[in-house]
């Protein structure tokens, strides 16, 4: 692939990249460093990309494992992959009806923002990868190296954990206008 | 009728809309039947749609400036060119002299295929000076000692920093390692009055093919010392950060 065209299709990915490093780091400034980090490797490996074959997945790739080698780096914990309180979200408490479910169309973006940042670092990650980026079960695997099992159960297990957040958030705006609350502003 | 346990992945599998019609059939007489499953299957589709439905509000765009970065990557990806240019230094040149590696810096070694080298590195260091005094900066200043051990430690970076009297008013506020040029360059922010000083300690063999620079309105003046070169970069005139390198030229090593 010629460099140029490379280096165009790469830097087109650079909102994605950038959205997902925010998800990775929860920090504005590590997120930037992140990105910087990951084209620097994509440029340095370019010669290694097949054209014609999956730049997006290349990337992304590229991104998460920069992101491990960076943790590890700074001696911070490793990503947890089943938190004990993720499994016991994931085993039936109790979820929405008619009702709240039309509260939770109506989700506010913050809340939905904040229920994915609550999410278990691995369970948000292959959540986005697969929801917001539309990636493949094969592809997120590649991605993350792990098996397609567990991108499933990890996908699986974070779509649950976000639904009871909302729906728990939906209840709670509820019980505030039963009391004559008024609902939050809606943030951007 | 499967077990829950066998229906497990075939419900994220139906959410997809990624099961085979056989598979489908499985999972919707399980559910009719199993009111856990049935609110997994029920959560994992309002999750997937509420997630699809704002995909391109959440992902957004990057910050102005990160793709400048990016692209200022390109050059340090290529090739590096041989070049026996000697790291200056002659510790009794003026500062003056001593900055004619400057700016532009890792220039020739790391930049060989740009086309203007010193401008690019000169935005990149102008850049990651705007986002650290916004994001990095103490409030209350910061012990110079500590930041030394904590450059050598971290970067393996020996240098010693004006401090006291020495240090002509300025103030350290700021300590940190930029990801540029592999994470060597150490970038160390200060204050003198309401001017915002960056100094960067790049790595040995990094050089510059300039002394000065005017980059996205500030000014760069580099010079070298103890076999690194050294940038020092405000929004101020050319004199003013020529005297404010001196400071780091006098006293640091």
């Known amino acids: 692939m010629e460099p140029a065209a490379f280096e165009q299709d790469a830097l087109a990915l650079v909102d994605r990249l950038y959205a997902a490093a925010l998800r990775l780091t929860r920090n504005d400034a590590d997120a930037q460093d992140l990105v910087q980090d990951t084209y620097l490797r994509a440029f340095r490996s370019s010669g290694q990309f097949e054209a014609g074959t999956n730049l997006r997945g290349w990337m992304f790739t590229i991104l998460h494992n920069t992101f491990l080698n960076q943790r590890r780096d700074r001696g911070r914990d490793p990503i947890e992959a089943d938190s004990e309180v993720v499994e016991r979200a994931a085993d039936g408490r109790p979820g929405g009806s008619n ?18 940042e609550k999410l278990p670092a691995a369970y948000r990650e292959a959540v986005w990868l697969r929801d917001v980026e539309q990636f493949s079960y094969d592809e997120i695997a590649g991605i993350v190296g792990v098996p397609i099992g567990t991108v499933m159960s990890r996908i699986s297990r974070g779509r649950r954990a976000l639904y009871d957040d909302l729906v ?21 | 009728m499967a077990s829950c346990r ?12 990624e099961a085979a019609a056989a598979e489908r059939g499985r999972v919707q007489e399980h559910v009719r039947a199993c009111a856990p499953c049935h609110l997994q299957l029920h959560a994992e589709r309002e999750s997937r749609q509420l997630l699809r439905d704002r995909a391109d509000l959440l992902v957004g765009h990057a910050p102005l400036g990160l793709r400048a970065r990016c692209v200022a990557t390109r050059s340090q990806a290529a090739p590096p060119v041989r070049r026996p240019v000697p790291l200056l230094s002659r510790a009794s040149w003026p500062m003056a002299l001593a900055a004619t590696l400057v700016l532009a810096v890792a220039g020739s070694a790391f930049y060989g295929t740009v086309v203007n080298p010193s401008k690019a590195v000169a935005a990149q260091l102008a850049l990651d000076h705007l986002k650290c005094f916004t994001l990095f900066e103490e409030p209350s200043g910061l012990d110079p000692t500590d930041v030394q051990a904590r450059l050598n430690a971290k970067l393996g970076i020996d240098i010693v920093l004006p401090s006291g009297q020495a ?23 200060y204050r003198r009055g309401a001017v915002q000083i960056s100094l960067f300690v790049l790595p040995p063999g990094a050089k510059l093919s300039q002394t000065d620079l005017d980059v996205l309105g500030h000014s760069a003046v580099a010079f070298a010392k103890g076999g690194r070169t050294w940038v020092a970069l405000a929004r101020a005139s050319h004199a003013e950060i020529d005297a404010i390198a001196s400071i780091f030229g006098a006293v640091a090593h």
């Open chain 2, 167 to 189: 240090a002509g008013g300025l103030t350290l506020v700021g300590g940190r390692r930029c990801l540029y040029l592999d994470g060597s360059v150490a970038h160390l922010l």
């Open chain 1, 168 to 188: 728990t958030r939906s209840r709670e705006y509820a019980r505030r206008a039963d009391a004559g609350g008024e609902r939050p502003a809606r943030r951007v």
């Open chain 1, 99 to 116: 009702p709240e479910e039309l509260l939770l169309r109506e989700t506010m973006d913050a809340d939905l923002q904040a229920a994915l």
């Open chain 2, 6 to 17: 066998d229906i497990g992945q075939l419900v994220t599998r139906v959410a997809d809309d």
